[in-house]
């Protein structure tokens, strides 16, 4: 049988295209009926047990090895972000409003890849392997919904090991990129409202200016997070929305921000949760006022196993070669629902380097950009290196005998 990348290149063209279709009807959220399809379309014919989910448009799919033994899983995410798309791609976004600008369409294509590479070699696999198509990345939680629909128990045994692979338009094409620990940032929610009491512009003193008390907020934020956080395991406050008032001469009533907070270990995030909005806090009853500051939960550290991500490091080096992988010096501050998963199993989560020929990583748009590119050549290695884990992770476990 020829080794996997050979069997991927091979497949390479069905997987262009199935990314391409996904690419040209991208679906935002939980509700992903077309994708769904096209997923279910691309896997149909293959020796594979298929779920769907009940509140998202989940496929989960089980392929039973030939052999008893453990379980491992695959995720690629499905959804799509609200961004209206200017790449001018020939397979650009038909739907308005919305696009693949993270490069979820290329998951959907390599997951789907891997699945018939290892469909293929059924009959040596000794364990099953789960492919998570997942809808609800984007901020929605889509990984959390399908653990408590029984993701992790659909085989009847929980994962010893789940792997999954992040594009990226702006990292050198065809570069593997991992780290041990923590390697994705938590991403959470402050959302303030600083109460006061309305006047007339002309006399502040008859009235309780929240805008003053809500500026000083904001920078006291600021100050928190290089006061009250060590610089080595940092955190990175940043608000994006900032409301008040009506017309220049009228002291509104209230104030109002809100934050997206970025925490690298759960310790760091304990205490930016409780330290935030005491600051927020403190600050109002200074002023002689009171605020609602709600500190929301939203992804968690995304924290790789130390032995699996060594796992996902040898094994890349093997399969793409030793200079296509690269150790991270430091995680991303972006977040990813894969930590959901990555909380239960132990987890190799990595990067694939997907920029478009002829751009330069350093200045190509990057992802969630309306004018990210990638190049969907990149594909038959996503699949490959997802199936390779798969069967050295199932044959690990099975021992020399397998």
């Known amino acids: 049988m ?3 990348r050979e069997s991927a290149a091979l497949i390479r063209p069905d997987l262009v295209a199935l990314r391409r279709a ?7 959220g939980t509700d992903l009926p077309l994708t769904q399809a096209k997923i279910l379309e691309a896997l149909d014919g293959l020796p594979l047990e298929v779920t769907l989910g009940n509140k998202l448009s ?7 090895g030939a052999r008893p033994g453990p379980t491992v899983l695959l995720r690629g995410d499905m959804d799509a972000l609200p961004v209206t798309e200017t790449s001018g791609l020939p397979y650009a976004s038909r739907i308005p409003g919305a696009m693949h600008a993270c490069g979820h369409d290329l998951h959907v294509a390599g997951l789907v890849g891997a699945a018939r590479l290892l469909c293929e070699r059924r009959g040596t696999l ?3 392997v789960v492919f998570m198509f997942q809808p609800g990345e984007e901020g929605q939680g889509g990984a959390k919904d399908m653990i408590d629909e029984g993701l992790l128990e659909v085989t009847g045994s929980v994962p010893v090991a789940a792997y999954a692979l992040h594009v990226s338009s702006a990292m050198p094409n065809g570069q593997a990129l991992g780290r041990p620990g923590p390697i994705m940032a938590a991403a959470d929610t402050l959302t303030v409202t600083m109460r006061g009491r309305g ?3 002309s006399a502040p003193h008859a009235a309780l200016d929240p805008v003053p008390a809500v500026c000083e907020a904001v920078l006291a934020l600021q100050t928190m997070v290089t006061r009250r956080f060590d610089v080595f395991d940092p955190i ?3 608000v994006g929305e900032l409301r008040a008032g009506t017309v220049n001469n009228v002291i509104p009533d209230d104030a109002f921000f809100e934050a997206t907070v970025r925490s690298f270990s759960p310790q760091a995030r304990d205490r930016v949760r409780e330290e935030s909005v005491r600051v927020v806090k403190g600050i109002a ?3 002689g006022m009171e605020a609602d500051a709600v500190y929301d939960d939203l ?3 995304t924290v790789n196993d130390s032995a699996e991500a060594a796992f996902v490091a040898a094994t890349a080096r093997e399969v793409l070669g030793a200079d296509r992988w690269t150790e991270m010096p430091h995680p991303l501050a972006g977040a990813e629902d894969f930590s959901y998963v990555a909380e239960q199993v132990p987890s190799g989560f990595f990067f694939l380097g997907a920029c478009a020929p002829g751009l330069d990583p350093e200045t190509a748009a990057y992802n969630h950009s309306p004018e990210a590119v990638f190049d969907d050549a990149v594909l038959a290695d996503g699949a490959a290196l997802l199936a390779e884990l798969a069967v050295r992770r199932l044959a690990r476990e099975a021992g020399p005998t397998a």
């Open 126 to 128: 000794a364990g099953d």
């Open 2 to 4: 020829p080794s996997l």
């Open 236 to 238: 990175v406050v940043t």
């Open 285 to 287: 009853s200074a002023h």
């Open 22 to 28: 996904v690419h040209q009807e991208p679906e935002i």
């Open 58 to 64: 989940s496929v989960t799919a089980v392929l039973r």
């Open 299 to 301: 992804y968690p550290v």
């Open 199 to 201: 006047g007339h512009g």
